[in-house]
């Protein structure tokens, strides 16, 4: 007799006639189910007893071999004595449920939706329809929380809310979109933290003539989103709301290439994983070049950062230093923003570059070798020291960036150059004042980038005019940069470089706005770090900006205590606490206060640095924050390109008056 096990709703099992096998009571089905969960793999009796009771009765091992033997005789009634059983079969310490895959109806729609993913267009409803029909009801309804199924619950729940929606992508991708939105809209409003969902429900409705209710559909995602999770709309639903606005080309109910793409894709994935599954090198190689790609996508920045640390690690185990040179190397990926995301991880990769560069061949390898010791001065970001550097803590990544930077242009290669001119720029940050030699590497970097179609790079090039032109207040300057950085960014898929110039613009928007505007396009600003992947930018960089339009408005400062500063805080907390009067502790903070990084946000920290210590007249901060200072005479203290604190020069004159008052006699000391 055949037999056919559900666990797609109540855990059942039919003979070959439909007819459910009479399996007795809920401990009987337990033991099925946990055996079904184990997919074909030896279940020890002693952890079936673990997970059938809390509390196991004395006898537990033998009330299992009991319910066992019941489930066999249901399973199979026609079995003649004393022969081994061909179902539910005991091996070694326990037992096993030998089902064939077409047996079990989870293990058959898993093979479906894989199978779905390579089907010709106009076989996935079918083939996923068919599949959907299987479930009667939640997995393993009639059991619990148990600890044992919860990993397979929700994996097979995670694999059928796919499977839904891979078949309404499907109806749309055929030009049947009315046919997607009747189970979308009973999807989404059962599952409303799935953004595809409403993406594709709204996709559905718009190709169905329906614009305004596409519309609709998509404020009532953002409803939803912020009610559930707290969080707003993810890029891909961002960014389908405004070509429904603006009628896009690319949603005509003809337009099917996002499914071509997704079709192709699939495709070319499971050609790759059949050709290539035993060659560990070409594999790795593969992956680092798919996270540098990753690492340019709309929250992709955090996987693409795991997984390339994963890679790199991988290499070494290998024992391979060029096979590690290359798949270190080939993450260049172009970095605007001098604070690091991930300090720790970051100190690793550049440990492993630098123990990577000691083991390549003398001779050779000079493109492996500049693409290291680029890693090293991109990667070393934000970590430049402070008052008191370690012997060669300085020199270190400063000089990695002048080698790569040499073999660069001695091995005449746009792509190492502009990779090494990266960090170049990284390594700009010794000092204050130096907008003008970052402008001029930015320039070097636009130019070679055009001319050798790097866009990336060009993108690049253009941010670090937008910083260099805001702090050399040429602003018209960095608003053309920044008009083609988003034009750069739209042709190429590029959406984190918004996050660069809707801050610019609220900069920009400070300069002249009152107070008011100046806040409210900062928060406009800030919603565009939600989902960047970007902690290195985002932490306390929104309350920091309303603190910047605060000093430079003279209105009452933002001195609530919850408000959390991030890395900012020591050099924000003097101020704050000047501004509520507290002027003894306000000095002694001063008085510990260490040297902020040097990096973009250099000058700033040090302005709020010199208000605080004018405001307190704290004589020995003053004279570091003039220090300090000097060298950006002229500038403004806008060289992040996202916030200012206006001109250095006035920061300069009001520490000189309060160092002037002092010296004279009778003065504050």
């Keep these: 007799m055949r037999v056919t096990f559900g666990v797609l709703g109540a855990v059942t099992a039919w003979d070959e006639t439909g007819d459910a096998l009479a399996l007795r009571g809920p401990k009987h089905r337990a033991v ?42 249901a399973l199979e009634p026609d079995r003649p004595p004393r022969t081994p059983p061909r179902l539910l079969v005991t091996e070694g310490p326990g037992y096993a449920l030998r089902a064939a ?29 068919e599949a959907l029909d299987w479930w009667r009801g939640p997995a393993f309804a009639d059991f619990g929380d148990e600890h044992w199924l919860r ?126 599954a035993s060659r560990t090198r070409t594999r790795l190689e593969s992956t680092a070049h798919l996270m540098r790609d990753l690492a340019v996508t709309g929250g992709g920045l955090e996987p ?96 990695a960036a002048r080698q790569a930077e040499e073999i660069a242009r001695r091995l005449d290669d746009a792509s190492l150059l502009a990779f090494a001119l990266n960090g170049t720029f990284m390594q700009t940050f010794h000092r204050t004042g130096l907008a003008a030699r970052r402008d001029a590497i930015g320039a070097e970097i636009v130019s070679l980038a055009a001319r050798n179609d790097l866009p990336r790079y060009e993108v690049l090039g253009h941010l670090v005019r937008v910083q260099a032109r805001c702090a050399l207040s040429d602003v018209a300057a960095a608003e053309r940069h920044a ?27 400070s300069l002249t706005a009152p107070p008011a505007t100046a806040l409210a396009a900062y928060d406009r600003a800030a919603d565009h770090l939600h989902g960047s992947g970007m902690p290195g930018l985002c932490d306390g960089l929104p309350p920091l900006a309303r603190l910047s339009v605060a000093v430079r408005h003279g209105v009452p400062l933002p001195v609530g205590r919850h408000t959390d500063w991030g890395p900012y805080e020591p050099w924000v907390r003097p101020l704050l606490l000047a501004a509520e009067g507290r002027r003894e502790e306000a000095r002694a903070a001063l008085c510990d206060l260490p040297s902020p990084p040097r990096d973009l946000m250099s000058e700033t920290l ?3 640095v010199a208000r605080a210590a004018v405001a307190v007249d704290e004589r020995t901060a003053m004279l570091r924050a003039r220090a300090q200072l000097l060298p950006a005479a002229g500038e403004q203290a806008a060289g992040s390109g996202l916030l200012t604190l206006g001109p250095v020069d006035d920061h300069l004159e009001s520490l000189a008056a309060a160092l002037e008052r002092g010296d004279r006699p009778g003065g504050d000391p």
Excluded: K
Excluded at 36 to 62: I, S, T
């Design 606 to 608: 040090w302005c709020l």
């Design 101 to 129: 895959t077409e047996e079990v109806d989870a293990w058959r729609f898993e093979r479906a939706v894989a199978t779905s993913a390579n089907a010709h267009p106009s076989r996935v409803p079918a083939v996923l329809t």
């Design 304 to 399: 693409a950062r795991q997984h390339r640390v994963a890679a790199v690690a991988a290499a070494e185990q290998l024992g391979d230093p060029e096979l590690t040179a290359r798949v270190i190397g080939v993450y260049d990926v172009p970095a605007v923003w001098t604070r690091c995301d991930d300090p720790e991880r970051t100190r690793w990769l550049v440990g492993a570059a630098e123990r990577t560069l000691r083991q390549l061949p003398p001779d050779g390898h000079d493109a492996a070798r500049c693409r290291l010791l680029t890693t090293i001065a991109v990667e070393s970001r934000g970590t430049l020291p402070t008052d008191r550097p370690a012997a060669g803590e300085s020199a270190r990544p400063a000089r």
């Design 483 to 509: 008009a083609a950085a988003d034009a750069l960014a739209a042709r190429h898929d590029l959406p984190l470089v918004s996050v660069f110039t809707t801050w610019y613009r609220a900069l920009r928007t």
């Design 151 to 276: 990993a397979e619950r929700a994996r097979l729940t995670e694999l059928r809310l796919h499977a839904v929606e891979r078949r309404a992508e499907a109806h749309i991708a055929r030009g049947a979109a009315a046919q997607a939105v009747p189970d979308l809209d009973a999807h989404v409003t059962e599952h409303p933290w799935r953004e595809d969902a409403w993406r594709l429900l709204a996709l559905a409705l718009y190709r169905s003539g329906r614009q305004a209710d596409a519309l609709s559909v998509l404020r009532r995602a953002r409803g939803m989103l912020g009610e559930h999770l707290g969080v707003d709309p993810g890029p891909r639903l961002r960014r389908l709301e405004e070509e429904v606005l603006r009628q896009a080309a690319r949603l005509d109910p003809g337009a099917d290439a996002e499914s071509a793409v997704d079709r192709v894709w699939a495709r070319a994935t499971a050609a790759y994983e059949s050709a290539v």
């Design 32 to 73: 099925l189910a946990r055996l079904v969960v184990a997919r074909r793999r030896v279940v020890p009796v002693a952890r079936l007893v673990a997970d059938l009771w809390d509390e196991p009765p004395d006898n537990a091992v033998g009330t299992v071999r009991t319910f066992v033997g019941g489930l066999r005789r």
